[in-house]
Nanobody, 126 residues
Framework: QVNLVESGGDSVQAGGSLVLSCEYS????????LAWFHQAPGKERERVAS??????GYADSAKGRFTIFRDNAKNAVTLQMNSLNDGDTGTYYC?????????????????????WGQGTEVFVSS
């Protein structure tokens, strides 16, 4: 049984920073693809960052602002978010899947991810 629990969501002013954390347990997740998804109000979930072993990938909207970090010793993956804007408002989910390599991990949509956390809310005020 795989379990993912997100934390760290908060209200922040535009230009500010947040660190989201996802603690995972269960399967051998050190070998899995881990990703953060963002779901803005009224929109579908979109992948913002992903990690497969030491390889990372980012959506264009996240490049240069967000950093994903996998800590296998702590069974956690974090998302450092800087220079936040109101477009970053929404629910952030941690998800995992068994990938077919790094490219698959960084290009997969939400529909191919197997396990999800419950989400954590971020609100950015301008």
């Amino acid at each position: 049984q795989v379990n993912l629990v997100e934390s760290g969501g908060d209200s922040v002013q535009a230009g500010g920073s947040l660190v989201l954390s996802c603690e995972y347990s269960g399967d051998a997740l050190s070998t899995k693809c881990l990703a953060w998804f963002h779901q803005a109000p009224g929109k579908e979930r979109e992948r913002v960052a992903s990690t497969y072993y030491s390889n990372t990938g980012y959506a264009d909207s996240a490049k240069g602002r967000f950093t994903i970090f996998r800590d296998n010793a702590k069974n956690a993956v974090t998302l450092q978010m800087n220079s936040l804007n109101d477009g970053d408002t929404g629910t952030y989910y941690c998800a995992t899947k068994a990938p077919r390599g790094a490219e698959d991990c960084h290009s997969s949509s939400q529909w191919s991810f197997t396990y999800w956390g419950q989400g954590t809310e971020v609100f950015v005020s301008s």
